[in-house]
Nanobody, 114 residues
Framework: QVLLVESGGGLVQPGGSLRLSCVFSGSIFSLYHMAWYRQAPGKQRDLVARMSSGGTTLYADSAKGRFTISRDNAKNTVYLQMNSLKPEDTAVYFC????????WGQGTQVTVSS
């Protein structure tokens, strides 16, 4: 059973940075496509960034140029580096692992506010 545990969220001022981490366990991490999604109150859960098992990346338009997804297969961890944060980035951020099926973490809150 795949388990995903996110960390790194918090309160940050506009223009600031955060790095989210997601630790994967329960299967072979390198075989999974990994992604970050976010969900703001009253809104649907949307893709932020995705990295395939082969390292190909995909970003939402809102994340391009500001966010970077990366993975460390030796540490079974995927990261989301978020720079130049804006109030509209406020949301719960979820880690996702996909191969034969999708798995989700519990989410970590990111709040961008002065």
């Amino acid at each position: 059973q795949v388990l995903l545990v996110e960390s790194g969220g918090g309160l940050v001022q506009p223009g600031g940075s955060l790095r989210l981490s997601c630790v994967f366990s329960g299967s072979i991490f390198s075989l999974y496509h990994m992604a970050w999604y976010r969900q703001a109150p009253g809104k649907q859960r949307d893709l932020v960034a995705r990295m395939s098992s082969g390292g190909t990346t995909l970003y939402a338009d809102s994340a391009k140029g500001r966010f970077t997804i990366s993975r460390d297969n030796a540490k079974n961890t995927v990261y989301l580096q978020m720079n130049s944060l804006k109030p509209e980035d406020t949301a719960v951020y979820f880690c996702n692992a996909a191969r034969d099926r999708a798995y989700w973490g519990q989410g970590t809150q990111v709040t961008v506010s002065s």
